[in-house]
């Protein structure tokens, strides 16, 4: 019912950059919030940063000042700028969001497949 398609996945060198999308689809009526999580191999899933329709961002520390999440709720999009990436972003990253598919409707948290980003030393 509700679609998250990530994009913009790759390999980069450490200190590259990489910007990832990720646009939600299908019966939605409103965004609350997205975000993108990561998981590595063996890992857990992380936090890495979220965003609100009103702009409030969260960001993990690990990736302050080198990150920027921004979204454009017309298109129901979000965006990573991933910025001077070392090794251990090495990851999938996945896109997250809240959505409420019509008026009145609950809360509903989906997921996307996935996208890697594979940083080298």
């Known amino acids: 019912q509700v679609q998250l398609v990530e994009s913009g996945g790759g390999l980069v060198q450490a200190g590259g950059s990489l910007r990832l999308s990720c646009a939600a689809s299908?019966?939605?009526?409103?965004?609350?919030?997205m975000g993108w999580y990561r998981q590595a191999p063996g890992n857990e899933r992380e936090l890495v940063a979220t965003?609100?329709?009103?702009?409030?961002?969260n960001y993990a520390d690990s990736v302050k000042g080198r990150f920027t999440i921004s979204r454009d709720n017309a298109k129901n999009t979000i965006y990573l700028q991933m910025n001077n990436l070392k090794p251990e972003d090495t990851a999938v990253y996945l896109c997250?969001?809240?959505?409420?598919?019509?008026?009145?409707?609950?809360?509903?948290?989906?997921w996307g497949q996935g996208t890697q980003v594979t940083v080298s030393s």
């Open positions: 997250n969001a809240l959505v409420k598919k019509y008026s009145g409707d609950w809360y509903t948290e989906y």
């Open positions: 299908g019966s939605i009526f409103y965004i609350s919030s």
């Open positions: 965003i609100t329709s009103g702009g409030i961002t």
